[in-house]
């Protein structure tokens, strides 16, 4: 059974840093990328930054959405198999949920964490 566990969020002032942590475990199958995604109040879920682990693409490729590009890094310690989302110059405008899975993504996903950026 795949489990996906969110944490490190938290209320934080406009232009600070949070580092949240994914830990899965379970069997996934082939994973060619995981992903971070985000819900905010009233918007669909999106995917902001993607890193692709396929065998090929052992170099860590990773992708951004334009909002978090140069200021969000996605990472992964895969001795821990745990996914990472180092975000600084938080605005108001990233508070939401934050959630991670594969991508494409699982059927099943964690209870998120959520950030809140005060302005």
């Known amino acids: 059974q795949v489990q996906l566990v969110e944490s490190g969020g938290g209320l934080v002032q406009a232009g600070g840093s949070l580092r949240l942590s994914c830990a899965a475990s379970?069997?996934?199958?082939?994973?060619?990328?995981m992903g971070w995604y985000r819900q905010a109040p009233g918007k669909q879920r999106e995917l902001i930054a993607r890193?692709?682990?396929?065998?090929?693409?052992?170099?860590?490729?990773?992708t951004y959405t334009d909002s978090v590009k140069g200021r969000f890094t996605i990472s992964r310690d895969n001795a821990k198999n745990t996914l990472y989302l180092q975000m600084s110059s938080l605005k108001p405008e990233d508070t939401a949920a934050y959630y991670c899975?594969?991508?494409?993504?699982?059927?099943?996903w964690g209870h998120g964490t959520q950030v809140t950026v005060s302005s």
């Open positions: 379970g069997s996934f199958g082939i994973i060619n990328a």
């Open positions: 890193e692709l682990i396929a065998l090929m693409y052992s170099d860590g490729s990773t």
């Open positions: 899975n594969t991508y494409p993504t699982l059927g099943v």
